[in-house]
């Protein structure tokens, strides 16, 4: 186990990263992939891709410490049981959960469209959470992982920096989790909600937690690194 110093706002943090876990929320296809759900509803998907190297870097990073590395999916299940309708019955008929899509029924765990981008996709012994809301602590077993593991800090990416991120940050945020979001590897359909979203984490001396880069979290992580491969 290492420590090390990342430098982030609204100051630097110390961590170990046999304690820190990366969750990567949400990077799903329908989400991010031309011709996807995300993009037949009006969106750029290009603001999201953006999020996508950055989240590789910060990947390989943690890979190659030995860090935990935890994988996020919305979706529900095919009969819609876990599916409020509160949630199920807005937009317009054609664009709701379990309706058909582009890549399979939306947001309907096991289709096409619901899994993971190929560039940032799990390998073996990466935990990955299906969940039915829009933060990864609601109705899963993400707290009892983290728990089991003695996970005291996450660091968090993905997509959208104003929704499921930041809902998840504010969820470890109330479980006594230090939070440290990790800007460039986030994003949104809405770059002014991106840019607040992340100001709301690092307000007020940090009330929801910090916010850095994946170019500072993986300089910070080279030592971790270079001990590992000795």
Known sequence: MT??????????IGLETGRTALVIIDMQRDFLEPGGFGETLGNDVSLLAKAVPPAKVLLAAARAAGMLVIHTREGHRPDLSDAPPAKVNRGSPSHRIGAPGPMGRILIRGEPGQDIIPELYPIAGEVVIDKPGKGAFFATDLGLV???????TLLVC????EVCVHTTIREGNDRGYRCIAVGDA???YFPEFHEVALRMVKAQGGIFGWVTDSAKVAAALEPSVASAAE
Do not use: F
């Open 3 to 12: 420590t090390i110093v990342i430098e982030a706002e609204p100051q630097p």
């Open 186 to 188: 986030c994003g949104s």
């Open 146 to 152: 983290l728990a089991n593991r003695g996970i005291d």
């Open 158 to 161: 993905g997509v959208t920096t």
